[in-house]
């Protein structure tokens, strides 16, 4: 079977400062990953090549087969909530609806298709009662699912998540864990954590991205640690 | 006589307060997209690099006898010459953008003192386009004004979507295929086009007024752009009637007289609202 990601010796740098040595990274369509890695390692840029919002210095990414750029609208991003403006006026209805912008028409009006897929999004997010909301307003589990069904709306193949518990309560990640496992299988999940319990019980294979990328199981990440045989602290 | 009587008797004031009205639509349209964006700096820049067009304009017409031009054209020219410029800066030479966005300020400015120093018997003008005084706006330019503010409220009506996509998140917009860059230019350049709009009611100086206050207000007390957009309309409108109604009563300068309402209401609305936040 065809990756659904593929990155063949890709490198990356920010000016004079590399950031991304010569990796090579396959990703089977349907798995659920984990990418994990210090800070500043390079797991934000490794989801924006992926995302086509940077160019690889050298190497090869393919999405689905495309170059990311064209592959777009087999994606849903879910970025992290600390990055939005609280008091932007938009309700969680429209954040959702935003998610088939692609769908939208010349004239810029929604169709009934869209509306029910935004409905059924937040329905599916538990959200229904809150989508009149501000979607400042939220709290930090809620917005992060909002954020979630805005992603899923327009029904992608590929869901890439950029640290979805980052800032939010026990309760709330594990609603979020069971969200993206009834996902897992249908679709091919990529989230970058700082959960290591996470990495190792929730998902099915793991990337450690820290200037070059290794891929392993969940439970040799475990070994990694208990033997010390990563060079540098990975977390 | 009255403020109602006035106005029965004076066609000047009748233009005034049309003027007025129409421009609130894009005051609250517009201004809500500049709040949330936060571009209120770049609306800024723009307003103050149009007086370099009012004098490129006047002097043209009175210096150099192009009869057909006016102050309003000049205008217009100037507010989007600085809009592509600054869209320039920001697509290309994100670093320093802010530094481009004063340096057009103070250029624009800057030239537009040169002009009308160079053009004869003009001084008293010159504030008229400083602190406004809609009294100078000609029946031409009514109609022009108008058609503007029909086409920038039709060009929201289909673009509105996309416009909220790009402002509240670019990254999401690009994934979703909108082409975030156009976007981005075409709301500079309907920016632009208000202002040039607003400019006609309160002046260069307190345009900034009339394009953040009333969203500012109503970006208080609502959950969605949309409905921020009808509520700025409407405080627009009312800033600039009662303004304009208190301006003939006290005799004040106009333009002054809504600014310092609007301000006021802003002022007021954030007492009321903030402490109930925290």
Same mark, same amino acid.
């Given at each position: 079977m065809n990756p659904a990601i593929h990155l063949e010796n890709v490198s990356f740098a920010y000016q004079d400062t590399p950031?991304? +040595?010569k990796v090579t990274i396959n990703i089977r369509p349907g798995d659920f990953v984990g990418i994990i890695g210090p800070n500043g390692g390079g797991k934000t840029t490794l989801l924006k090549l992926i995302l086509g919002f940077l160019k690889p210095l050298s190497g090869k990414i393919e999405v689905f087969g495309m170059q990311p750029q064209f592959a777009r609208q087999k994606l849903g991003y879910v970025p992290q909530i600390a990055r939005f403006d609280r008091q932007f006026p938009i309700s969680v209805y429209e954040l959702v609806l935003s998610g088939r912008l692609s769908f939208l028409p010349w004239y810029g009006y929604y169709g009934k298709a869209d509306k029910l897929a935004a409905l059924e999004a937040l329905e599916m997010m538990g959200l229904s009662r809150l989508?009149? +909301?501000?979607?400042?307003?939220?709290?930090g589990g809620q917005a992060q699912r909002a954020l979630i069904a805005r992603a899923l709306v327009s029904d992608p193949e590929l869901l890439i998540l950029d640290e979805p518990t980052a800032s939010v309560d026990s309760q709330a990640e594990a609603d979020i864990y069971a969200i993206l496992k009834k996902l897992s299988g249908k679709k091919t999940i990529l989230m970058v954590t700082h959960d290591l319990k996470a990495a190792i019980n929730e998902v099915q294979q793991v990337i450690c991205v820290q200037q070059e990328a290794i891929s392993l199981s969940p439970h040799e990440v475990c070994e990694h640690f208990a033997f010390g045989l990563y060079h540098k602290p990975l977390l | 006589m009255s403020f109602f009587e006035a106005l029965l008797n004076n066609p000047l004031l009748v233009s005034a307060l049309i003027a007025g009205i129409a421009s609130s639509f894009v005051s609250g349209i517009i201004g809500s997209y500049v709040v949330v964006k936060r571009i209120v700096f770049i609306g800024g820049s723009i307003s103050h690099s149009v007086l370099g067009g009012i004098g490129l304009a006047l002097w043209l017409e009175r210096a150099k006898g192009v009869l057909w031009m006016s102050p309003l054209y000049g205008a217009l020219f100037a507010a989007v010459l600085s809009a592509l410029v600054i869209g320039w800066f920001h697509l290309?030479? #994100?670093? #320093?953008e802010d530094s481009a966005i004063a340096a057009l300020w103070s250029i624009g400015m800057a030239m537009g003192v040169l002009f009308i120093a160079q053009t004869p018997g003009f001084n008293v003008e010159l504030t008229n386009f400083l602190?406004?005084?809609?009294?100078?706006?000609?029946h031409t330019d009514l109609y022009i004004l108008l058609a503007l503010d029909i086409a920038v409220i039709l060009i929201v009506l289909c673009m509105h979507k996309r416009f909220l996509a790009i402002c509240f998140d670019e990254e999401h917009a690009l994934l979703q295929g909108l082409s975030v860059n156009a976007l981005y230019l075409l709301l500079l350049l309907l920016t632009a086009i208000s202002i040039v709009l607003l400019i006609q009611v309160v002046g260069i100086i307190l345009v900034m007024t009339m394009l953040t206050i009333p969203a500012a207000i109503s970006n208080l007390y609502t959950v969605r752009l949309s409905s921020m957009m009808v509520i700025a309309i409407g405080l627009s409108m009312l800033f600039c009637v009662g303004g304009t109604a208190a301006a003939y009563h006290l005799d004040w300068p106009g333009g002054a007289t809504i600014a310092l309402l609007a301000g006021l209401a802003y002022v007021v609305s954030l007492l009321v609202r903030i402490p109930s936040r925290s």
């Open positions: 950031v991304l +040595k989508k009149d +909301k501000a979607f400042g307003t939220l709290s | 290309y030479h #994100r670093q #320093r602190i406004g005084n809609i009294l100078w706006v000609s």
